[in-house]
């Protein structure tokens, strides 16, 4: 059973909670002297109890409220006050009204726009780069711990484990394992020297997930999570998002170098990569908008069985492409893995220079090829104006177990209806 909130906390009146986490209980609280809410933080006091680990915890309380309150910048949570209260140890922060976290954006069915990611990310940049210059290092940037408001701005939060550094003293938390292993350098992970850099490679990780949905280290034990973020690449971005432009995948490669030599030496370096990326971003006049995208393959009868968020997946995973009338689409003899489902228009199949059919709408074509990578058997040809999903092969590998069996079923029966329907008009024509 949970502990009853408390009315009062020093001079703060207790409104409501509005968070739990693993150093302690978020309430959101009235300042009687400044006449406005504001967040306190209240240790756990079981932790604060505990013989063997409790004045560790106290010191990794309060080091937030020490190394936050170094810093005054718009996008880092702002440290007002800090205490203790009998048994209540407790920081007082700004309240982030209605705040929530980046973490309900890295999943493939609840993305924001790139535009939007691109501006959060600039903001985590500029903001840690003020902090790394005034000697803090966060050691543990994570979506949890980067908190977003109504109108999209943000607030990096939890200093707890920072480590500050000045010209005469170091003032941090013991260097050893800690924080959050899915978001730690190759440097934490190996209990190695830390530097802003850590920071740095965790928002590579951040960016990674808010435009793809996806994790970039994908380990299935705790061992193998520290050999892949030690020694393996993670897949490209647009293996999950065929539309993410190039400069995108460049600046979140520079950000998740193995080697500080050659990982960004500063957040500014990052912003300014990032500020230059609206120039690269190509938005054509005819791009159709993701509730579109939505609607139009939820009225396609492959996907009839497919759950809201697995069609979200496969929106995400494919690329959306648009051909003028008696434009060639796939050419007879050439070999490529992608398969494509008609949205709009029709198209006509030629073998050998005849006409042997004609697709529409939620048809499918190149299945073979996506099969087995084998060479074109027709060319297909744009009868009028058409738009495609083409789907690749190793995009579908990297989606979600559940939407890859779904999909594998669904492409399955297709691909045998097409044999069956091929069978049979090839036996009309030599009857004919």
């Not at 009853?4 to 209980?25: A, D, H, L, N």
């Not at 290092?137 to 480590?163: C, G, M, Q, W, Y």
């Not at 073979?368 to 060479?375: I, N």
Request: charged share 25%; proline share 4%; with cysteine.
């Amino acid at each position: 059973m949970a502990p009853p909130i408390p009315e009062k906390i020093g001079k703060y009146e207790i409104t409501r909670q509005v968070g739990k986490g693993s150093m302690g209980v978020v309430y959101q609280s009235y300042d009687p002297f400044i006449g406005k809410d504001v967040a306190i933080k209240v240790a756990l006091v079981e932790s604060l109890r505990d013989r063997e680990s409790g004045e560790q915890y106290r010191k990794m309380f309060f080091n937030e409220a020490h190394t936050a309150g170094l810093l005054k910048h718009p996008n880092i949570v702002e440290i007002i006050d800090a205490g203790a209260e009998g048994e209540d140890c407790y920081i007082v922060m700004e309240l982030v009204e209605a705040g929530n976290t980046l973490k309900s954006y890295c999943t493939p069915d609840n993305l924001l726009p790139v535009e939007t990611v691109i501006e959060i990310i600039f903001k985590c940049a500029k903001a840690l780069d003020y902090a790394h210059r005034q000697g803090v290092v966060h050691r543990d940037i994570k979506p949890t711990n980067i908190l977003i408001t109504e109108d999209l701005d943000i607030k990096i939060a939890d200093f707890s484990i920072a480590h500050v550094v000045t010209s005469d003293t170091t003032h941090t938390m013991p260097m050893g394992f800690v924080g959050s292993p899915r978001y730690m350098s190759p440097e934490q992970v190996q209990e190695d020297s830390i530097t802003n850099q850590t920071d740095l490679f965790s928002l590579g990780i951040v960016m990674y997930e808010l435009l793809t949905g996806k994790h970039p280290f994908i380990a299935d034990s705790f061992s193998r999570l520290i050999h892949v973020i030690i020694n393996e690449k993670p897949p490209p971005m647009r293996t999950y998002r065929a539309d993410l432009p190039e400069i995108l995948e460049k600046i979140v490669y520079h950000a998740l170098q193995k080697s500080r030599d050659k990982r960004y030496k500063m957040g500014l370096n990052m912003a300014a990569d990032l500020s230059l990326s609206f120039d690269y971003l190509e938005k054509p006049e005819k791009d159709i908008d993701a509730e579109e995208k939505l609607n139009i393959v939820q009225s396609l009868d492959f996907f009839s069985d497919f759950s809201e968020a697995e069609i979200w997946e496969i929106i995400r995973a494919c690329a959306w492409q648009e051909f003028e009338p008696g434009t060639e689409i796939i050419v007879e003899g050439d070999i490529d893995d992608s398969f494509y489902i008609i949205t709009t228009g029709s198209v006509e199949v030629f073998k050998t220079n005849q006409v042997i059919g004609l697709l529409q709408k939620g048809d499918c074509f190149g299945e073979m090829g996506y099969l087995a990578k084998t060479e074109r058997s027709a060319t297909i040809i744009a009868q009028n104006y058409v738009q495609l999903m083409k789907i690749n092969s190793t995009l579908i590998d990297q989606i979600s177990v559940e939407c890859q069996l779904r999909f594998s079923r669904v492409f399955l029966k297709t691909l045998v209806k097409r044999l069956s329907d091929t069978t049979a008009m090839y036996a009309t024509l030599s009857n004919s």
